[in-house]
């Protein structure tokens, strides 16, 4: 199976990890989800590698704060990573703001489940 080389979510670039989670424009799931997570989604410098960005969000927090913000940075990367595969395995597409819907309710059942991290 051959993969399109250009991204799935906007078709305007290559499509590699570091554009699919942080620079590509359908990214914007960043910054609608900034204000729902009281600043815990921060939109991403551009021009920032994803292990750089990653250890610069969680560098100088508490055990519990890293914990809570490494969760909802996991379940944004992640859901920016099912949509790209529901576009290219299902033909389906969601808007982002009905990604950051999904966000929101995988987070809901992660707290049902596990207890914590509280978010809400």
């Not at 979510?9 to 570091?18: I, M």
């Not at 554009?19 to 921060?42: D, F, M, T």
């Not at 750089?52 to 909802?72: G, I, M, P, Q």
């Not at 576009?87 to 982002?96: A, I, Q």
Request: glycine fraction near 4%; include cysteine; aromatic fraction near 10%.
């Amino acid at each position: 199976m051959q993969c399109n080389p250009v991204c799935s979510l906007c078709s305007q670039a290559q499509e590699t990890a570091l554009h699919l989670i942080l620079q590509c424009p359908y990214a914007e799931v960043w910054a609608r989800g900034s204000a729902w997570s009281n600043g815990l989604i921060q939109v991403p410098d551009q021009e920032t590698g994803i292990e750089e960005w990653w250890n610069k969000f969680l560098n100088n927090l508490s055990k519990n704060e890293r914990r809570l913000k490494a969760v909802v940075l996991m379940y944004v990367a992640w859901n920016l990573w099912k949509e790209r595969n529901r576009r290219v395995f299902e033909g389906r597409s969601m808007e982002p703001m009905q990604v950051l819907q999904e966000i929101k309710a995988e987070m809901i059942l992660r707290k049902l489940a596990c207890g914590s991290p509280e978010l809400f």
